[in-house]
């Protein structure tokens, strides 16, 4: 199906990699858990389901919607999109609840080592997560950097420091050692699969220690 960008670009769907069948024990999947190959999308929504089925939080990938310009029916009882538009740009990929807070969070992931560019945001992104933590929600970042597996929760006030920066002829992309010096690291696990809701913890932590 192609799907294109509200400004025309095509937009390219991901490959999903093949599921590999391993007969390992529970102890040996959780230490190479998080070498599966799992893009850092399919990582949260794995967490999100043993948060949702654990009642711990309830946070949903957002979904785009499409408009669709050109629909086949090889066969009476099923039609085939083969041409949509994404009618608008999209904000952040995840919102929720947890514990009575608004969560909000963009997740990005790059295979670079030592540095991640901010060409990865849009500005309307950027808007979307100010305005949602000027109403009191909890806004932060995933980055997974593919090549270490290392994956870090990005304060969303960490984040606008750096994009308001290269405004000003500042660094187009944020240093590895910053992103560690400001951000929760987290380890790949196997229930949940990454464990980010421990790091929303102490972000909500550490908001009130700075109202009080």
């Known amino acids: 199906m192609k799907i294109n960008y509200p400004d025309g670009r095509i937009f390219n769907s991901p490959s999903k990699p093949s599921p590999k069948v391993s007969t390992e024990t529970t102890a040996k999947k959780k230490m ?7 893009t850092l999308e399919e990582e949260i929504n794995e967490s999100n389901k043993y948060y949702r089925s654990h009642e711990v939080a309830v946070i949903y990938k957002k979904p785009t ?12 009882s099923r039609a085939v999109v083969r041409e949509a538009y994404f009618r608008q740009a999209s904000t952040t990929d995840y919102n929720g609840v947890y514990h009575g807070y608004y969560v909000d969070f963009e997740a990005k992931e790059t295979k670079n080592k030592n540095t991640f560019p901010l060409k990865n945001f849009h500005q309307h992104q950027i808007d979307h997560l100010r305005m949602c933590q000027k109403q009191g929600g909890i806004c932060f970042v995933i980055i997974k950097y593919v ?7 990005m304060p969303a006030d960490d984040l606008f420091e750096h994009w308001d920066a290269q405004k000003h002829e500042g660094a187009k992309s944020i240093q590895l050692q910053d992103i560690i010096d400001c951000s929760i690291e987290i380890k790949a696990n196997y229930d949940p699969t990454l464990p980010y809701i421990d790091a929303v913890q102490q972000l909500i932590e550490s908001g009130k220690e700075k109202h009080e």
């Open 32 to 38: 190479i858990f998080g070498d599966r190959g799992m």
């Open 65 to 76: 919607p499409l408009q669709i310009v050109k629909v086949d029916y090889p066969k009476r």
């Open 147 to 153: 090549t270490l597996k290392r994956y870090f929760v």
